[in-house]
């Protein structure tokens, strides 16, 4: 079945570890976005990516890293992870317009940095 | 800036009444405008798109370009109906979503 899948759910993880947040999708879709939401709190974009090798920083400023090596992967990296890192990650994609279907997001990532 | 505002965070009615949730958008031009809803344990989903007009488990949304609103309405809420929702724009530069802060319906008994 097509969809976006996000690993893991749920990480603690301690300072200064290094963390990869896993997105995929089957979808066929171009284009692939990462939110961050604090709890009760609005999305903010961090990341988008228009295609393979296409990268750029979203709204809101992050720490984070990303990649788009193939077309149907899209992680994010912390080199150094901190407790002002602690939030819900959440992947999306969308195919070429966005307008006609919106965006599909993934199940999120909730990372706590200890 | 170009904003998307939700000015409730929480709204609380009881079943079988009506409500509508708020949503007013900053942006000039043709707005592309769409709801999201977001129930307890599951994922963001879209709810409605501004350009297909249509109504998705009663809801309803028109867009008002005089009053820069897209508010979302029900007439007759129901208690699987309690769940974040969030208005979100898209930007013709870049294709990407705005989202505004979420407003909590909570449906009572």
């Known amino acids: 079945e097509a969809d976006i899948y996000q690993t893991p759910r749920y990480l603690v993880i301690g300072t200064g570890k290094k963390i990869t947040l896993e997105c995929s999708q089957t979808?066929?879709?171009?284009?692939m976005y990462w939110y961050q939401q604090d709890p009760g709190m609005e999305l903010h974009l961090i990341h988008y990516s228009y295609g393979v090798n296409s990268t750029e920083k979203g709204d809101l400023s992050s720490e984070s890293t990303v990649s788009r090596i193939r077309t149907e992967h899209f992680p994010l990296t912390l080199e150094s992870a901190r407790p002002s890192h602690t939030s819900q990650y959440l992947c999306?994609?969308?195919?070429?317009?966005?307008?006609?279907?919106?965006?599909?997001f993934g199940s999120g990532t909730r990372l706590t940095v200890v | 800036a170009q904003r998307v505002t939700q000015p409730e965070k929480l709204l609380s009615v009881f079943k079988g009444a009506p409500v509508e949730l708020k949503c007013n958008y900053s942006?000039?031009?043709?707005?592309?405008l769409f709801w999201y809803v977001q129930y307890s344990r599951q994922r963001l989903q879209l709810l409605l798109r501004?350009?297909s007009r249509e109504s998705i488990k009663g809801f309803t949304a028109d867009l008002n370009k005089g009053e820069t609103s897209f508010h979302l309405k029900k007439p007759f809420a129901q208690e699987e109906d309690s769940a974040m929702y969030y208005c979100a724009h898209l930007r013709a530069a870049g294709n990407k979503l705005t989202f505004g802060g979420g407003t909590r319906v909570l449906v009572k008994p």
């Open positions: 979808m066929g879709h171009d284009k």
């Open positions: 999306a994609s969308s195919d070429r317009y966005g307008r006609n279907y919106g965006y599909t």
């Open positions: 501004h350009i």
């Open positions: 942006y000039s031009g043709s707005p592309e």
